[in-house]
C-alpha cells in the first residue's frame, strides 16, 4: 500500500476491501493514515461494524477489474515489466471510456 500515491491534500476518508485484507496490520497503517477501513472481517476474527453502504461502492471497482480482464494482453500479463503492464491498463481504460462515450460503437 506504500507505493499508492495519494496527494497531500487528497488522502481519503475510507478504503474498502475484501475478506482478504481483514488483518490487524493493514488495519493499522489505515488507522495510523487517519483512514477508516470498511473491510468485512473474517469468520475466525471478532465482529467489527460494517458500513454497507460503502462497502457495497466496492462493486463499481469489482466491475472496473472485470472490465480490464476482457482485455486479453492485461488478463494474461504478457508484459514482463510492470512499466508496460502499467501503460497496457491505461490502454484498456482509454478503449473502455471512448466505448462509453460512443455507445455506437462496440468493437
Not at 458500513?51 to 476482457?70: A, F, H, Q, S, T
Not at 508496460?84 to 490502454?91: I, T, V
Amino acid at each position: 500500500m506504500d507505493t499508492v500515491r495519494i496527494g497531500r491534500r487528497s488522502r481519503p476518508g475510507t478504503v474498502a476491501g475484501d475478506k482478504g485484507y481483514s488483518y490487524v496490520r493493514v488495519r493499522r497503517w489505515l488507522a495510523e493514515r487517519g483512514i477508516k477501513a470498511v473491510i468485512p472481517t473474517r469468520s475466525d476474527q471478532p465482529r467489527l461494524k460494517l458500513d454497507r453502504k460503502k462497502y457495497r461502492g466496492r462493486n463499481v471497482v469489482e466491475r472496473c477489474i472485470g472490465w480490464l480482464k476482457g482485455s486479453r494482453r492485461v488478463a494474461t500479463r504478457y508484459e514482463k515489466l510492470a512499466s508496460h503492464y502499467l501503460a497496457m491498463l491505461k490502454l484498456a481504460m482509454i478503449q473502455r471510456c471512448l466505448r462509453i462515450l460512443d455507445p455506437s460503437n462496440r468493437t
